[in-house]
C-alpha cells in the first residue's frame, strides 16, 4: 500500500528488490578479483615487504590493518588514556620513543 505521494505506508513493503544481506555483485566482483591478485603475488609481495627498512614496515602493517582489522572507537582509546597517570602516559611515551630510534 502507498499514500498519495507513491511512498510505502508504514508496515507494507514491495517484494522486489535485493533481499536483506544479500551482496552487490559489482562490489563482489572487484572484491574476488582483487583477492585472486594478492593470492597469485603473495611471494613478490613478501619479498617487497622484506625489503623495507624497519619503519616502513610498521607504516605498512599499520595502514594495512585498517582494511582488515576492525578499529577502535576513540572513545574505546581514550578510556585508555584516561586511565593512565602523568608519569605512566610520559613512561609510554619514553618506550615508544626509545623502540622508534633503535629501528
Not at 555483485?25 to 582483487?34: H, P, S, V, W
Not at 588514556?81 to 608519569?87: A, F, I, P, R, W
Request: charged share 30%; no cysteine; aromatic share 10%.
Amino acid at each position: 500500500m502507498r499514500n498519495n505521494k507513491g511512498q510505502f505506508l508504514a508496515g507494507h513493503s514491495h517484494s522486489t528488490g535485493r533481499p536483506k544481506g544479500s551482496k552487490n555483485k559489482t562490489t563482489e566482483k572487484i572484491r574476488d578479483t582483487f583477492l585472486h591478485f594478492v593470492e597469485n603475488n603473495l611471494e613478490r609481495m613478501q619479498s617487497d615487504f622484506d625489503q623495507l627498512e624497519a619503519k616502513d614496515r610498521f607504516k605498512y602493517l599499520f595502514e594495512m590493518s585498517k582494511f582488515i582489522l576492525p578499529s577502535l572507537k576513540s572513545i574505546e582509546f581514550g578510556n585508555i588514556l584516561d586511565e593512565l597517570t602523568e608519569e605512566q602516559f610520559s613512561e609510554v611515551i619514553e618506550k615508544i620513543k626509545q623502540e622508534y630510534s633503535n629501528n
